[in-house]
């Protein structure tokens, strides 16, 4: 008991000492000796798209874990995709990164307790260690010595990245998977580490007891995991009243209405072994373990299929939707084997196309959106009806300014609605995406492939041997690879007339401007207007042709 209260006072000591100046009062995120040491051996951080960064419970003593979290671990790591590293062994505990057993003054009491409980994980003296570091969560949760100790875990999160072949400034995605006391950890320090980082990270929170006063809102997004039988978890709502509904305007509350928080359950698991996420042995009803269902859980959010995006829009039809059922609206409508007379007419521009959004399981292998071609410059107009790959050039200044605005999707509970509502038209597509890049976000804003651009110079072309899923058939696939985003437009081909008068139905009399005298006395050809459907919303046309040849004359 002695010993207890004595932890419990200098619990808080180490936050004192960074709030005093002590070990540097900012975030250091400058390459310096101490963070600059040889990377681990499995670092790989030119192949990796994502870093998942494992905080450990209120178990935790040092570097090692104890043998329920290491069977986690050791069946996580080799079940990750091979472009996603996993990063270990950090002290979540300490802001100097430092063994409860090294360097302090209950040392040796803690080398006691970590024999004891080695051998028997139920040990009382063992739990000593359990007892400390939920007072180290408090401090976290502390709104007086929080922010200095989030900073220092911040920081021993920097370090450890930057150890294992993180390059700050890179972009590439962070992941902080925490478990219990580990979720308050990762939330509480994820705004410096993105400040110092300048990535997008989300936070899989397994178990965690989470404050409500941790700034929700900077997060790409947190993932809740909590067993039906965690008693642990439900401490969080009770000692924190900002997670109740009656305080919407706590961060949790406002991330909830933001679409930031995903709250996921396991049924039938626990907080911790046995029967716990991390239990080998138990079993769920439909035979798997309860490490096995923990682990698929994870790899599902990692992969972006947790909540794949609707396939329908419920509620009320938009005006984008009425728009459709005209068959002038379409880009099917014009066949893209007509020809026009090039002395009447000019194309819009050398490259125009119809974006189209890939399927999520085709994305690794587009690198990009489809194109389908509509016009193409004179050395490619055997091109046009085909459908191409496009892509980003592989310039330093196009992927930096290209990863500066490339986001997970996940829309808020505003947007939800009013899609629903008819309200809206939001890219329902995308919704749950990760990692969607400005052309993924172009071709998927319409429910529907019918968004008509052109591309800007210069457009790269790169034949290319097929996929594996066409080289029976000995077809090729067309790369194009462009430095700036397409520009949406309307049509193919556009000619200066002058209208004359209306015909009968939908069309109209027009006559075409003449270069050699510079007068609207060319050539005279009837089109046709199609009539635009009233929007429902407004009561009024978009646009109309009625007397048009009236204003002329």
Same mark, same amino acid.
């Given at each position: 008991?002695?010993?207890?209260?004595?932890?419990?006072?200098?619990?808080?000591?180490?936050?004192?000492?960074?709030?005093?100046?002590?070990?540097?009062?900012?975030?250091?995120?400058?390459?310096?000796?101490?963070?600059?040491?040889?990377?681990?051996?499995?670092?790989?951080?030119?192949?990796?798209?994502?870093?998942?960064?494992?905080?450990?419970?209120?178990?935790?003593?040092?570097?090692?874990?104890?043998?329920?979290?290491?069977?986690?671990?050791?069946?996580?790591?080799?079940?990750?995709?091979?472009?996603?590293?996993?990063?270990?062994?950090?002290?979540?505990?300490?802001?100097?990164?430092?063994?409860?057993?090294?360097?302090?003054?209950?040392?040796?009491?803690?080398?006691?307790?970590?024999?004891?409980?080695?051998?028997?994980?139920?040990?009382?003296?063992?739990?000593?260690?359990?007892?400390?570091?939920?007072?180290?969560?408090?401090?976290?949760?502390?709104?007086?010595?929080?922010?200095?100790?989030?900073?220092?875990?911040?920081?021993?999160?920097?370090?450890?990245?930057?150890?294992?072949?993180?390059?700050?400034?890179?972009?590439?995605?962070?992941?902080?998977?925490?478990?219990?006391?580990?979720?308050?950890?990762?939330?509480?320090?994820?705004?410096?580490?993105? #400040? &110092? +980082?300048?990535?997008? *990270?989300?936070? @899989?929170?397994? /178990?965690? %007891?989470?404050? =409500?006063?941790?700034?929700?809102?900077?997060?790409?997004?947190?993932?809740?995991?909590?067993?039906?039988?965690?008693?642990?978890?439900?401490?969080?709502?009770?000692?924190?009243?900002?997670?109740?509904?009656?305080?919407?305007?706590?961060?949790?509350?406002?991330?909830?209405?933001?679409?930031?928080?995903?709250?996921?359950?396991?049924?039938?698991?626990?907080?911790?072994?046995?029967?716990?996420?991390?239990?080998?042995?138990?079993?769920?009803?439909?035979?798997?373990?309860?490490? #096995? &269902? +923990?682990?698929?859980? *994870?790899?599902? @959010?990692?992969? /972006?299929? %947790?909540?794949? =995006?609707?396939?329908?829009?419920?509620?009320?039809?938009?005006?984008?939707?009425?728009?459709?059922?005209?068959?002038?609206?379409?880009?099917?409508?014009?066949?893209?084997?007509?020809?026009?007379?090039?002395?009447?007419?000019?194309?819009?521009?050398?490259?125009?196309?119809?974006?189209?959004?890939?399927?999520?399981?085709?994305?690794?292998?587009?690198?990009?959106?489809?194109?389908?071609?509509?016009?193409?410059?004179?050395?490619?107009?055997?091109?046009?009806?085909?459908?191409?790959?496009?892509?980003?050039?592989?310039?330093?200044?196009?992927?930096?300014?290209?990863?500066?605005?490339?986001?997970?999707?996940?829309?808020?509970?505003?947007?939800?609605?009013?899609?629903?509502?008819?309200?809206?038209?939001?890219?329902?597509?995308?919704?749950?995406?990760?990692?969607?890049?400005?052309?993924?976000?172009?071709?998927?804003?319409?429910?529907?492939?019918?968004?008509?651009?052109?591309?800007?110079?210069?457009?790269?072309?790169?034949?290319?041997?097929?996929?594996?899923?066409?080289?029976?058939?000995?077809?090729?696939?067309?790369?194009?690879?462009?430095?700036?985003?397409?520009?949406?437009?309307?049509?193919?081909?556009?000619?200066?007339?002058?209208?004359?008068?209306?015909?009968?139905?939908?069309?109209?009399?027009?006559?075409?401007?003449?270069?050699?005298?510079?007068?609207?006395?060319?050539?005279?050809?009837?089109?046709?207007?199609?009539?635009?459907?009233?929007?429902?919303?407004?009561?009024?046309?978009?646009?109309?042709?009625?007397?048009?040849?009236?204003?002329?004359?």
């Amino acid at each position: 008991m002695v010993a207890i209260v004595f932890a419990s006072m200098l619990a808080p000591l180490e936050t004192l000492g960074w709030w005093a100046g002590w070990y540097g009062d900012n975030l250091d995120s400058q390459p310096t000796a101490s963070n600059q040491t040889a990377p681990a051996e499995s670092s790989r951080p030119n192949l990796v798209s994502r870093y998942v960064v494992y905080l450990d419970g209120i178990g935790q003593s040092g570097q090692e874990y104890t043998p329920d979290v290491m069977d986690f671990l050791n069946a996580l790591k080799p079940a990750l995709p091979p472009d996603v590293e996993l990063v270990q062994g950090l002290m979540m505990y300490s802001v100097l990164n430092q063994p409860l057993d090294q360097d302090r003054p209950l040392a040796m009491l803690w080398k006691l307790a970590n024999k004891m409980r080695w051998r028997n994980p139920t040990a009382i003296l063992g739990l000593m260690v359990n007892l400390r570091n939920v007072l180290i969560v408090a401090v976290s949760a502390d709104k007086r010595y929080g922010p200095i100790y989030n900073q220092g875990i911040a920081q021993v999160l920097y370090t450890g990245l930057v150890q294992r072949g993180y390059q700050p400034g890179s972009g590439i995605p962070i992941t902080l998977l925490g478990y219990s006391g580990g979720g308050e950890m990762s939330v509480a320090a994820a705004p410096d580490l993105k #400040q &110092a +980082t300048g990535a997008p *990270i989300e936070v @899989i929170s397994l /178990g965690g %007891v989470l404050s =409500a006063k941790n700034n929700f809102l900077k997060l790409e997004h947190l993932y809740h995991l909590a067993g039906e039988k965690d008693g642990i978890e439900r401490i969080g709502p009770a000692i924190f009243p900002g997670r109740r509904q009656w305080f919407p305007l706590s961060y949790w509350n406002r991330a909830m209405r933001r679409g930031k928080i995903t709250l996921l359950s396991i049924a039938g698991v626990g907080h911790q072994v046995p029967g716990g996420y991390m239990d080998p042995i138990a079993r769920l009803p439909d035979g798997r373990s309860h490490l #096995q &269902a +923990t682990i698929e859980l *994870i790899l599902q @959010i990692l992969g /972006g299929e %947790v909540m794949p =995006a609707a396939e329908t829009l419920p509620g009320q039809a938009t005006n984008y939707a009425l728009y459709q059922q005209a068959d002038f609206i379409r880009p099917d409508y014009y066949p893209l084997n007509q020809t026009v007379d090039l002395s009447l007419y000019q194309p819009i521009h050398a490259w125009i196309g119809r974006l189209i959004l890939p399927r999520k399981s085709e994305r690794a292998q587009v690198q990009g959106v489809r194109f389908e071609v509509h016009h193409a410059p004179s050395q490619y107009q055997d091109w046009v009806g085909q459908v191409v790959n496009l892509r980003w050039a592989d310039r330093p200044l196009v992927k930096r300014l290209v990863g500066a605005v490339t986001r997970d999707v996940h829309f808020s509970a505003d947007a939800e609605y009013s899609s629903r509502s008819g309200k809206a038209v939001i890219p329902d597509r995308l919704n749950h995406w990760r990692q969607v890049d400005p052309l993924e976000s172009l071709a998927g804003s319409h429910p529907v492939d019918d968004l008509i651009v052109l591309l800007n110079p210069p457009v790269e072309v790169e034949p290319i041997e097929s996929y594996v899923d066409n080289q029976e058939s000995g077809e090729k696939s067309i790369n194009l690879y462009i430095r700036s985003l397409p520009v949406e437009i309307t049509g193919r081909y556009y000619a200066l007339v002058q209208f004359l008068a209306p015909v009968a139905g939908k069309q109209s009399q027009v006559v075409h401007f003449n270069r050699a005298s510079r007068q609207f006395d060319g050539e005279q050809e009837v089109v046709l207007f199609p009539q635009v459907l009233l929007a429902q919303a407004y009561g009024s046309y978009p646009s109309t042709t009625r007397d048009l040849g009236s204003w002329i004359k």
